[in-house]
């Protein structure tokens, strides 16, 4: 399973890895579900898929019916235009939001050309109020001719976040989680958060690193340091076993 907080909504998304991952995963039970509906203020279940498990609409459905899933998390990966429509379409016809991991690049692009492909994209889906999530784990796989550091990571993302806005006025956008040793003392996190709040709704952490009683404690820490809401945009939890803890130890912070 993962995670992922989303504006004042606390979401748990069950994870899977690529390439047909869905069709493993057990359903959650209405017990995990009312759990989840009742920890935090609207809250919802999401659930991280990766374009390789080519999610249909009876996939989504399914999601939907079974998992009691609010949404999906996927990478957005450019040049599949129509797959990212149906997707788009398919989605807000089962009723799941949807958000969307800008991609890691090309060699040949530079901060100015990633942002303006990541405002294009933005604008393809205007009015569809779907969360961008600006590059998954800056501080661990950030491209080196997009930027070195957390300064580059900060300018890529503030003319990112710029261009997306642009483009769409409900669109949610948030900073990419970090991964590596900013999953248990979250100093990148709070760093970007803190350059980048004019420009995004929240701050992204993979809480790896910490056990799943002490997630509510993180979220206040990087939300006081940043002033920002706090998404936990990825976690691992195998076979849901901790759950229930997690989700108790944020409950009430919204």
């Not at 970007?192 to 056990?211: F, Q, T, W």
Request: negative net charge.
């Amino acid at each position: 399973g993962k995670a992922a907080s989303f504006g004042s909504l606390l979401v748990f998304a069950v994870g899977c890895g690529g390439g047909g991952g869905l069709a493993t995963l057990p359903a959650v039970t209405p017990q995990q579900a009312a759990t989840v509906s009742k920890t935090v203020k609207a809250t919802i279940y999401y659930v991280e898929v990766h374009p390789a498990d080519a999610p249909t609409r009876a996939i989504l459905q399914t999601l939907h019916d079974t998992w009691h899933a609010g949404g999906v998390r996927i990478d957005y990966l450019p040049g599949n235009d129509a797959f990212y429509d149906t997707l788009v379409a398919d989605a807000n016809a089962v009723g799941l939001k949807l958000d969307l991991i800008t991609p890691y690049g090309t060699p040949t692009m530079n901060p100015a050309s990633y942002a303006a492909a990541a405002g294009s994209a933005a604008a393809r889906y205007a009015g569809q109020h779907l969360t961008w999530e600006i590059y998954n784990e800056p501080n661990l796989l950030l491209a080196s001719n997009l930027g070195t550091g957390l300064s580059g990571y900060v300018a890529l993302a503030k003319a990112t976040a710029i261009a997306i806005r642009a483009n769409d006025r409900t669109a949610t956008i948030i900073t990419g989680g970090t991964g590596g040793p900013d999953t248990t003392k979250f100093t990148y996190a709070i760093a970007a958060g803190k350059a980048l709040a004019p420009y995004v709704d929240g701050v992204s952490i993979h809480p790896y690193g910490i056990d799943y009683g002490s997630f509510g404690a993180a979220v206040v820490e990087v939300a006081a340091a940043t002033n920002l809401t706090v998404y936990i945009s990825e976690w691992g939890d195998n076979n849901q076993q901790g759950l229930t803890q997690a989700m108790q130890s944020v409950k009430g912070l919204t």
